[in-house]
């Protein structure tokens, strides 16, 4: 499409630009007719972990959406053969599938699970907040920074066509020239130090935050995981960072660490996979974690084998750093390499199906209440078990020549990643939302969201294993009719558009329950940890005094007792929470320097620079809880 | 579910169409041996956690008699928590033992460490570049996008690409194998049967990547041998 004074650009950038520009006069009018900046003001600038985490989830919500419509655009092109739809094809179907890969990845399940984690970890360990606070805002300013970095590329028709994993020597400017695939680079890089700072924070609540009398032996599940998690965050992503870094330099400033005479190619996949393949376990384990917790909870039923449990999850995070090359087969790295990876991998089925039993046998002898939270846990079981099961067949190296980048992997990793991660996410959001708001989301309409997503998302997935069987490639924008794959894409689409559909359940769900239901009381579900003893939502302090533990579901069994939970006269340091404005200026700092790095501007890059390093000796400089301990002295 | 099983069903049925279930080559019938065998144990899996999942959950489930119950706590049984921990291993180790031997048996042939053939094979050298395939044979033939090939006879591909990192797979005759810039990877079979078989880049390699496909022709040795003479 021509448009003036800009130049030929396609149409479907266009009607973004439309759209983009309607929605945002639209917001800005309810905004200021309903009077809500107050309370975007008071949002932005907070360090509190509850707003914190649902600004988390909801910007996660806003990428999901991004990321779904790319998956219907990709399953409307892939619909029937030699099929021309819009502009989907070649280059732009790169864009799509490639953005669609890394939004779901880094900036919707990421982000859904460290929303999770910061309203629910220091509620459950009995903390007033996490250790850092500030720090926190930093983290998640730094996904939003990274996130709009990334987002930015498609209004300016500079996508990133490189695939999700970015594959060198593809990604480098031999062969992918213009700023798009510097825009992956900048989005991962920012978003991914916001991360560690993430991990780093986690590990010190749990460390050091927990209420008297929780040892680390009587720790709610969901906590568990969120340390091991934190853990693997803090091994992995610096070799995300790093990898990128050498990425910039090949890209940017023409070294050859990837390509020529002295680089290779396949430096790049190990360095990408010894970040990529701890990275499913840092977004399967706090589902597990999530999951944990609501089969505990809705069968009445302490978790069945909780040290068994533990010691899977620690399984799982250690094996998790063994098994990289297992997404490299067929790069030809020698039959003992092949053989090695191969056994390691399968070795994760041990704890994983631990788990699974240990899940199943909460449930027996229980009382199973079917709640929604409940249902997403139910319905995760048989799904994730087929997704493992395809992974076990996946690990026998040489059939791998068979699977390995066809639709049968594509299968496998929905099946993991959606039947576990996003379910999880769902369960926990559906479960702790009274947490969040203060409201109860409509079960009637959550049941009809789970039935339909769930019906959906097999329609989709199932087909696609034997698409791969029959030999369709992954990253293919068509295919023909002597293929034989037009049936199983057909009904693939028509699965993926019932799941698109399941998703407005969930809008009219948040309509429904904001306008017409009323506040619920501290422990709508029964619960059976520490989060259930506090207000919904709970207010920034609120563990006054800090209660005493001396069981696992220290809560559950005080209500059994008809004993309120003793309480502790032991003064412990709390976080001290602060309002600054700071953490959003330095996202706007650090996208202006990406974009000079993008666009490769140099004086663009100087002031940015500048900027973020003068933030770096301001922040060193001042400290905000001065006031707060000024004032402790004095009293 | 009923409707996994359904669409499962219908698929199993057109299963033996499925291009890699259908092997016509030595190599792709180990794997497909390999795949069948693993689908199996891995299918024992499944039936055991969907029987107790639906078991539990039929009968445990809440009823207006058992809604104010509450379950009593329950010490985990070792035996339990031991039989479904040592229980997958086995199953693993029965899977891991033909894995390992097959993956030797195939890789040998496939990676760069046999550096002379031995006996009857012939030599088909691969170039690979955005977006084309180009096959030259052992008298300086060459050919594109179009692979010929002597029934039941060995043949040694040894590939390399000259821009990116592309995918030589024949889901037919075949599993896959990279090809790289400036290496040279091997893959090697022995196709068992006549006809004409789908070739395609397996890894993604750019713009048109799509179409970076190939036919394959096994035709009989005397057709080969006139092919391979004609100019």
Redo the contacts between chains.
């Keep these: 499409m021509n448009v003036p004074f800009i130049g030929e650009v396609p149409s479907d950038i266009v009607v973004s630009w439309i759209v983009t520009v309607l929605l945002g006069i639209f917001i800005m009018w309810w905004m200021t007719s309903r009077r809500k900046w107050p309370l975007v003001g008071e949002y932005v600038t907070t360090t509190d972990n509850r707003k914190i985490g649902t600004m988390y989830i909801l910007l996660a919500m806003v990428f999901f959406i991004r990321g779904g419509m790319d998956a219907m655009f990709i399953r409307t092109q892939l619909a029937v053969p030699e099929n021309e739809f819009w502009v989907f094809q ?2 732009k179907y ?1 864009e799509v599938f490639t953005t669609h890969g890394t939004v779901m990845i880094f900036f919707v399940a990421m982000p859904l699970l460290i929303g999770l984690m910061n309203i629910a970890v220091p509620l459950q360990l009995g903390a007033n907040d996490l250790a850092f606070p500030y720090l926190n805002s930093i983290s998640f300013w730094l996904f939003v920074a990274g996130g709009v970095i990334f987002n930015m590329a498609f209004f300016f028709n500079a996508a990133p066509n ?2 999700w994993t970015s ?1 060198a ?2 990604a480098t400017d031999t ?2 020239t213009g700023p798009n695939n510097n825009y992956y680079i900048f989005g991962l890089q920012i978003s991914g130090l916001g991360t560690i700072f993430t991990a780093i924070n986690m590990i010190v609540t749990i460390v050091r935050l927990r209420a008297p009398g929780m040892k680390m032996t009587r720790m709610p599940l969901f906590s568990w995981a969120t340390l091991i998690t934190s853990i693997l965050i803090l091994i992995a992503f610096p070799v995300l960072t790093i990898s990128l870094l050498l990425l910039t330099f090949d890209r940017l400033y023409g070294t050859s660490f990837f ?1 020529g005479e002295y680089g ?3 430096y790049w996949q190990h360095l990408f996979w010894i970040f990529g393949h701890p990275e499913v376990y840092i977004l399967i384990l706090p589902a597990f974690g999530i999951f944990s917790d609501i089969i505990s909870t809705f ?4 978790v ?2 909780y040290t ?1 449990m533990v010691i899977a999850i620690c399984l799982i995070g250690l094996l998790g750093f063994m098994v990289w090359a297992h997404h490299m087969f ?3 790295l ?2 003992l390499a ?2 090695i990876f ?2 390691t991998t ?2 994760i ?2 704890p994983t ?2 788990k ?2 240990n899940w ?2 909460t ?8 709640t929604t939270p409940m249902l997403f846990s ?1 319905g995760f ?2 799904t994730f ?2 997704g493992g ?2 992974g ?2 996946l ?8 699977y ?3 639709y049968f992997v594509v299968a496998h990793f929905h099946y993991t990643m959606i039947g576990g991660t996003i379910l999880g996410a769902f369960a926990g959001i559906y479960y702790w939302y009274p947490k969040m708001t203060g409201k109860m989301l409509d079960e009637k309409l959550g049941k009809w969201h789970f039935w339909l997503f769930i ?1 959906g998302f ?2 989709t997935f ?2 696609q294993h ?1 698409a ?4 369709m ?6 295919y023909t009719w002597e ?2 794959l037009f049936l ?1 894409n057909f ?1 693939s689409t028509i699965g993926a558009f019932l799941m698109g559909a399941s998703m407005l359940f969930v809008a009219w769900n948040l309509y429904k329950t904001h306008r017409y239901t009323d506040k619920v009381g501290p422990d709508p579900w029964d619960g059976r940890t520490l989060e259930w003893t506090v207000d919904s939502p709970p207010s920034e302090h609120p563990f006054h005094p800090i209660p005493k533990v001396d069981s696992i579901d220290a809560y559950w069994y005080s209500k ?1 007792d008809k004993k309120p939970l003793p309480s502790s006269e032991e003064i412990r340091p709390s976080p001290i929470p602060v309002k600054t404005i700071q953490p959003l200026v330095l996202a706007g700092i650090l996208i202006f320097m990406s974009i000079g790095f993008i666009y490769q501007w140099v004086w663009m890059q100087v002031i940015g620079g500048s900027l973020a390093l003068g933030f770096f000796i301001l922040r060193s400089l001042t400290d905000e809880r001065e006031k707060t301990y000024r004032e402790e002295e004095e009293s | ?1 009923r ?2 099983v359904m ?2 069903g219908i ?1 199993f049925l057109s ?1 033996c ?5 259908d092997p016509k080559s030595d190599t792709a019938e ?2 497909t041996d ?2 069948y065998l ?2 199996g144990l ?2 024992l ?2 039936i055991v ?2 029987i ?2 639906f078991r ?2 039929s009968k ?3 009823t207006p008699e ?2 104010g ?6 010490k ?1 049984s070792k035996w ?2 031991i039989t ?2 040592v229980l ?2 086995i199953l ?1 180790a029965i ?2 033992v033909p ?2 031997k ?7 042939k ?4 046999v550096e002379e053939t031995q006996g009857d094979v012939m030599v088909v050298n691969v170039e690979a570049q ?1 977006y084309n395939w180009k096959f030259v044979y052992e008298n300086g033939k060459e050919s594109f996008d179009e692979l010929i090939l002597p029934v039941d006879q060995e043949v040694q591909f040894r590939l390399t690409s000259n ?3 592309h ?1 030589f ?1 024949v ?1 037919n005759l ?5 090809v ?4 040279e ?2 893959l090697s079979f022995k196709p068992g049967e006549t006809g004409v078989y ?1 070739g ?11 179409l970076m496909r190939f036919e394959t022709k096994v035709v009989e040795q005397s057709a080969f041998d006139d092919w391979l003479k004609k100019e």
């Design positions: 070649s280059q790169n490189a695939g594959y020597p593809l062969y992918t390509l290779n190619p396949v069968s009445k039923k302490r069945y084998g068994s067929t790069v030809g020698g039959a092949n053989a191969a056994i399968m070795l089925a041990v199906g631990i699974i039993f199943l046998f449930m027996r002898r229980g009382v199973v209440r079917i139910l079981i048989p078990v087929i099961v395809t076990v067949m690990a026998v190296a040489a059939a791998d020549y068979q390995h980048d066809s019906i097999h329609l199932m087909p034997f791969g069987l029959n030999g490639p992954r990253r293919v924008y068509t293929d034989g199983l009904v059994l | 579910m409707k996994i669409v499962l698929i299963g169409q499925m291009r890699v279930l180990t794997l390999l795949i693993s689908f891995m299918m899996v499944l956690v969907f107790l999942f539990f959950l445990f489930r809440e058992t809604r119950t509450i379950p009593a706590n329950e985990e339990l928590e479904w921990t997958p291993f693993l899977l891991a894995t390992v097959a993956t030797y048996e195939l890789t040998a496939v990676s760069g460490n955005q821009d990116v990192i995918s797979w889901p075949s599993g896959k194998i990279d790289l810039p400036g290496e990877t091997r789908q395609k880049c397996a890894e993604f390699c750019g713009a048109k990547h799509t």
